[in-house]
């Protein structure tokens, strides 16, 4: 059985963190299995988009406690090892946010410290009613340092602080009201929903949103002016595509673009 499946529909990749009995934690195996997934993923263009899942009865718990406890019987006290833990996971979440193609998170049951951070690190996000949020490790004197870089990129700062230095759940509502998912639905429909916007976006030209995403977390981090000179540049380079010609063509003689994606 894989620690992480992936089942592909189409344009479509549907990841499953697949540990329940661990409630899927970062474990050092999975967070290779992740990294992995998107190092294949980042080259492969029939590909236009990703769901993330998780098995059992909540979406993710964050790391692998157990490993990190063990982690610490080294000469150095585990400092080697929580330095390259800390490393590997944020190549995974960057490594999400660097994908060409959007990623979308399907979270139920909890999703808590570097399973919050993952959910924060895709671009969109779709969860169970119920689901609850949180960066708990302040609760077990451990500040979620490294899952905070994702959150308060996600949530307004004092609320994203709030969550962190009391360790609280936030639920659906709280969550879609903060901007950490998009919405919620029944938990009957959640891979439903969520693998209806990923072909809802995989349908579009593969080349644009592509050219989209990566303009767009790039612009977040410069100045007006700067994103506008930027941005201009993009749009530039992305009408003179011939699959944008056709697409405008397409739609002005109120026809299906005939796109090669």
């Not at 080259?43 to 909540?58: F, L, N, Q, T």
Request: glycine share 8%; aromatic share 6%.
């Amino acid at each position: 059985m894989a620690l992480l499946e992936r089942n592909d529909t189409g344009p479509v990749a549907h990841l499953r963190l697949n540990a329940p009995e661990r409630i899927n934690a970062l474990s050092d195996a999975m967070l290779a299995a992740l990294q992995s997934q998107i190092d294949t993923l980042r080259e492969d263009r029939s590909i236009r988009a990703v769901v993330i899942s998780g098995a059992g009865k909540a979406f993710c718990a964050g790391h692998d406690l157990k490993e990190m406890t063990a982690g610490r019987q080294s000469e150095d006290g585990g400092r080697a090892y929580f330095a390259d833990l800390f490393n590997r996971c944020a190549s995974v979440m960057t490594g999400l946010r660097a994908l060409p193609q959007p990623v979308i998170a399907a979270p139920h049951g909890i999703a808590t410290a570097a399973g919050c951070q993952l959910v924060a690190s895709c671009d969109l996000a779709i969860a169970a009613e119920g689901t609850r949020f949180g960066v708990n490790g302040v609760n077990i004197g451990l500040f979620c340092s490294t899952p905070m870089v994702a959150l308060s990129r996600n949530i307004p700062r004092k609320q994203a602080f709030e969550m962190l230095t009391t360790g609280e759940f936030i639920d659906t509502d709280r969550a879609q009201a903060l901007g950490l998912i998009n919405r919620a639905v029944p938990a009957d429909d959640l891979l439903p929903a969520a693998m209806e916007m990923a072909e809802t976006i995989a349908a579009k030209l593969g080349a644009a949103v592509r050219i989209g995403k990566e303009a767009f977390y790039n612009q977040l981090e410069m100045g007006l002016d700067a994103a506008y000179a930027y941005t201009g540049q993009v749009m530039v380079e992305n009408m003179l595509r011939s699959d944008t010609a056709e697409g405008i063509s397409a739609f002005i003689e109120k026809r299906a673009p005939d796109w090669d994606q």
